[in-house]
């Protein structure tokens, strides 16, 4: 069993910039293709990103690439979102999950383990 612990999210102006956390638990993680997500409200979960087991390739939501980059640190058993440029669009309740063989990495239901998710909120 893997705990998702993420942290980081916040209020933040537009044009601004946050970084989020998700940090696991156990000894497994490198195991672990790791994706984020996001849900506004009123809307269906989104990809955001995603990253392999050795930290690359990535991949982006169309929406989001060239300003978020995501990274991972297996010796701290850590995934971050670095988020630039910020847009009100950008708000959402922000999730990381990790998957151990998916199919296909921008779908939700392919992945084992989910985090409690981060508030991410971008003020015009």
């Known amino acids: 069993q893997v705990q998702l612990v993420e942290s980081g999210g916040g209020l933040v102006q537009a044009g601004g910039s946050l970084r989020l956390s998700c940090a696991a638990s156990?000894?497994?993680?490198?195991?672990?293709?790791m994706g984020w997500f996001r849900q506004a409200p009123g809307k269906e979960r989104e990809f955001v990103a995603a990253?392999?087991?050795?930290?690359?390739?990535?991949y982006y939501a169309d929406s989001v690439k060239g300003r978020f980059t995501v990274s991972r640190d297996n010796a701290k058993n850590t995934g971050y979102l670095q988020m630039n440029s910020l847009k009100p669009d950008d708000t959402a309740v922000y999730y990381c999950?990790?998957?151990?063989?998916?199919?296909?990495?921008?779908?939700?239901?392919?992945?084992?383990?989910w985090g409690q998710g981060t508030q991410v909120t971008v003020s015009s």
């Open positions: 999950a990790l998957a151990l063989n998916p199919t296909r990495l921008r779908l939700g239901t392919d992945y084992n383990y």
């Open positions: 156990g000894r497994t993680f490198t195991r672990y293709y």
């Open positions: 990253i392999l087991r050795t930290g690359s390739p990535t």
